[in-house]
T-cell receptor
Framework: QKEVEQNSGPLSVPEGAIASLNCTYS??????FFWYRQYSGKSPELIMS????GDKEDGRFTAQLNKASQYVSLLIRDSQPSDSATYLC????????????FGRGTSLIVHP | EAGVTQFPSHSVIEKGQTVTLRCDPISGHDNLYWYRRVMGKEIKFLLHFVKESKQDESGMPNNRFLAERTGGTYSTLKVQPAELEDSGVYFCASSHKETLHFGNGTRLTVT
């Protein structure tokens, strides 16, 4: 079964620090990867997508993809308490489907 | 634009009863997905509609689950009869292309 693996955490970082969230995937043919943020009781919200090896930056967020190592990460710079949420990693399977497979999510706590 | 809306937000039913969940996608989104999250586990895909057609229902756990999307607008997911292991949060999502927009989910508790 094709899987996306994440450490469930919680990952606790102080305000202003860099939070590093990691994800590995088993489907070597996966092409597209996504990071969703989910606040408690709310819907998952897409914050980053990445398709090519390397880094992609958007404000305080940087997504990193290494297809050789089958590894995706999300860095959050200058973490704020409002960043406290569960971060879900997802990848689309090989074969052309757009239906993403999700990891369990990593709970991030940013403490003042 | 209005987001994806799901009804009800919570449902508590007894084992053996029937429950119907509803999802209203974003207007104009042909793609509609149902996912489920059981406590402590990942969000798992159930099925995918393109307009009114079931494109992929490989994630449906068994024949106690029936999804419909008549007219290609809103969708319903019926569980009949419900079992204890059906408890979880059922998410609906819709998309125009690749980006999925999720609803807040329906928390189903089967006692």
């Amino acid at each position: 079964q094709k899987e996306v693996e994440q450490n469930s955490g919680p990952l606790s970082v102080p305000e202003g620090a860099i939070a590093s969230l990691n994800c590995t995937y088993s489907d070597r043919g996966s092409q597209s990867f996504f990071w969703y943020r989910q606040y408690s009781g709310k819907s998952p919200e897409l914050i980053m997508s990445i398709y090519s090896n390397g880094d992609k930056e958007d404000g305080r967020f940087t997504a990193q993809l290494n297809k050789a190592s089958q590894y995706v990460s999300l860095l959050i710079r200058d973490s704020q308490p409002s960043d406290s949420a569960t971060y879900l990693c997802a990848g689309t399977p090989s074969g052309g489907s757009y239906i993403p497979t999700f990891g369990r999510g990593t709970s991030l706590i940013v403490h003042p | 634009e209005a987001g994806v809306t799901q009804f009800p937000s919570h449902s508590v039913i007894e084992k053996g009863q029937t429950v119907t969940l509803r999802c209203d996608p974003i207007s104009g989104h042909d793609n509609l997905y149902w996912y489920r999250r059981v406590m402590g586990k990942e969000i798992k895909f159930l099925l995918h509609f393109v307009k009114e057609s079931k494109q992929d229902e490989s994630g449906m756990p068994n024949n106690r689950f029936l999804a419909e999307r008549t007219g290609g607008t809103y969708s319903t997911l019926k569980v009949q009869p419900a079992e204890l292991e059906d408890s979880g949060v059922y998410f609906c999502a819709s998309s125009h292309k690749e980006t999925l927009h999720f609803g807040n989910g329906t928390r189903l508790t089967v006692t």
